[in-house]
């Protein structure tokens, strides 16, 4: 009786082994993907294009700057900018604040002062205290 298990179990251990053996060198066989000189060359081709960061300096990589104006253009844009006093040649106008445009007459703003004067403000904002 114990030859007979031994016989069986030889037997099922040599068929499993075989079964394993089929199915790993049915793997070996199925494509693995790309290959380590497929990933290099593919590497160099981005590096070439510029489309790999090394470093800080470049990261995030940007699209290159494709401008939608003549130089024509820009030039027109630019005469404008100066005649309206927006372009700063140093640090003393910097920002640019527009030049102050009133929408109420003096008379209007005498009265205004006026009322104040006869009214003043409780918490004084408009004293400057």
């Known amino acids: 009786m114990k030859s007979r298990q031994v016989i069986i179990a030889l037997v099922l251990a040599a068929t499993g082994s075989l079964a394993l053996a089929q199915d790993v060198s049915a793997q070996s066989t199925q494509p693995q993907g790309k290959t380590r000189a497929q990933v290099i060359e593919e590497l160099k081709q981005a590096r070439a294009a510029g489309l790999v960061s090394s470093g800080d300096y470049d990261y995030p990589k940007l699209a290159p700057f494709v401008s939608t104006k003549t130089r024509a253009q820009v030039i027109d844009e630019l005469k404008q900018a100066q005649a ?17 445009v009133s929408t109420r007459t003096r008379a209007e703003v005498q009265a205004e002062q006026e009322r104040y004067a006869n009214n003043p403000d409780p918490q004084g904002l408009y004293r400057g205290y």
């Open 84 to 100: 309206r006093g927006e372009v700063n040649v140093g640090d003393a106008n910097y920002p640019y604040t527009p030049e102050f």
